[in-house]
């Protein structure tokens, strides 16, 4: 059984559609990467998974249950998390008050403690600032706080929308690493990359978006096979 | 001249700690919801007729007159948030506005139905002679006034940095799509706040109106304008600012007054707010953003 389910959906702004009936599934404990051009409707996808967006007709279900519709604070208790398009860091709040945030429906203080000192653990920079505002920090640091702080809330199927945008090579590299970590801890990963070479290092599926339709899907080895999406997404290097 | 200087000091001070806790609730809703409730003073109007309804009634203590002002600025300030704001939340910032003021209209027509006479005596703080100090007299309820809201600031200040909800209000003020997507329950945290910041007018109403000993339905248009103005001037959406703006707003009144004559007190604030505007001093846009 998968662990999402996305039918036919669609969510629209107005009158325009931006998915127009998009179907998928991501199996459990698996990486599944979503590419696509500019504007084809992958945050949209993100968002109404997240329940952010409402769709406009179809269904997604979570481990079995219906969760399209549902406000966003019902999918986190379920164990859905978006690290959402740009980060969205509290600014003002310091690093450990974003992370509480996080975890702002788990009642239980001392599991949320320990949790803190684990996402210090794995991103030593976050524990050095812990006191600093959010807003004073790299965007590569807001990055991780922004992962950071998704997975305060213990999900069972993570969500990115494009973790890379706008940072360093470096920074990219290490955003992949605690990618492949997370999965290796036994969280499902679903995430929006336009780094193609970067995703076809951790994803084990693949699905292409265009215009609010889903247009590929497929593993790796198909992605690469693939003349037209070589040509638009891995660029000619690759031969 | 110094003396008068001192005093006029003293004086705006205290009615600038109320105008400050006006400020400060204008300032929660319109940092949590991005929206002016021009209801508001109508709804501080309405908890401090409740007070008076039952002072002419039953007769009862300061301090519960106070808790039944609370209490009736609260019940109404929930009855706007569920009519006016609930239902366009996300939606129309006008639409969410012009209902707030068509609220203001059925407080003050249900108030004035319902106590018909313009003037209605309030039971005053204190009436014993002010405290002397040397030259300087200070009045007890305005001390009272000042103490008053410099606990509400601290009661609001512990619930805003040392609290659960208060992680979540901030949370949503600052980045509320990421809040939702932290778990926060948004509709819980704006009926919240709409309450907090209602008790927060309640109490501002009742030193207001204590202190006067009198209320009338301009109330609510007074309360209204005042807190707004001490919001604008302290910066839009800041919490300090708010406190600021409001002990500004009322030194200046009371420096104005003594400069220029009581006419004239109203309007140089105004005056201030429209050279801010129009200077686009930096402070007074820096939330209003975003
Ligand atoms: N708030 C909005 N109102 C109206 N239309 C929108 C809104 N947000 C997105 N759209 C439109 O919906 C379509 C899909 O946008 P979306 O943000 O989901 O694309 P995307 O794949 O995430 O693009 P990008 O790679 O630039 O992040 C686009 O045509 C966009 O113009
Ligand atoms: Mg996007």
Sequence with gaps: MSLLKIQDVVTAYGKIEA????????????????LGPNGAGKTTLMMTVAGILKPRKGGISFAGEEIAGRAPHDIVARGVALVPENRLVFPAMTVLENLLAGAYQRGDKKAVAEDIDRMYARF????????????????????????????????????????????????????????????????????????????????????????????????PGALAEDEVIRRAYLGSAQQ | MLADLIQNTLDGLSIGAAYALLALGFTLIFGVLRRANLSYGAAIMFGCYCATWTHLNFGAGLLLLAAITVAGTVLAGAYVERLCFAPHRGGS????????????????????????????AFPALYEGAPLAFGPYTLRVDALVMFGAAIAACALLWGTLYRTRFGLAVRAVTEQPAAASLAGINLPWVYVRVFALASAIGGVAGYLV????????PMLGMWSTLKGLLAMMLGGLGSLPGAVVGGLALGLLEAHSQWFLGPQLRDLIAYLLLFVLLAARVPWMHTRSAS
């Excluded at chain 1, 999900?155 to 929308?161: I, T």
């Excluded at chain 2, 209902?99 to 108030?111: G, I, K, N, P, R």
């Design chain 2, 209 to 216: 109106v204590a202190s006067h000993g009198q209320i009338t």
């Design chain 1, 124 to 219: 030593p920079r976050l524990r050095e600032r812990s006191a600093q505002h959010a807003g004073t920090l790299s965007g590569g640091e807001q990055q991780m706080l922004a992962v950071a702080r998704a997975l305060m809330s213990r999900p069972r199927l993570l969500l990115m929308d494009e973790p890379s945008l706008g940072l360093a090579p470096l920074v990219v590299e290490e955003i992949f690493r605690i990618i492949a970590e997370l999965h290796r801890d036994g969280v499902s990963i679903f995430f929006v990359e336009q780094n193609a070479h970067m995703a076809l290092k951790v994803a084990q599926h693949f699905f292409l978006i265009e215009q609010g339709r889903i247009s590929f899907s497929g593993t």
């Design chain 2, 93 to 120: 910032m006008i639409a969410a506005m012009v209902a707030s003021f068509a609220l203001w209209m059925q407080f003050e027509e249900l108030v004035t139905l319902v106590m018909p006479t313009h003037l209605y």
């Design chain 1, 19 to 34: 998915l127009k009936g998009v179907s998928l599934e991501v199996a459990p404990g698996s990486i599944t990467c979503l």
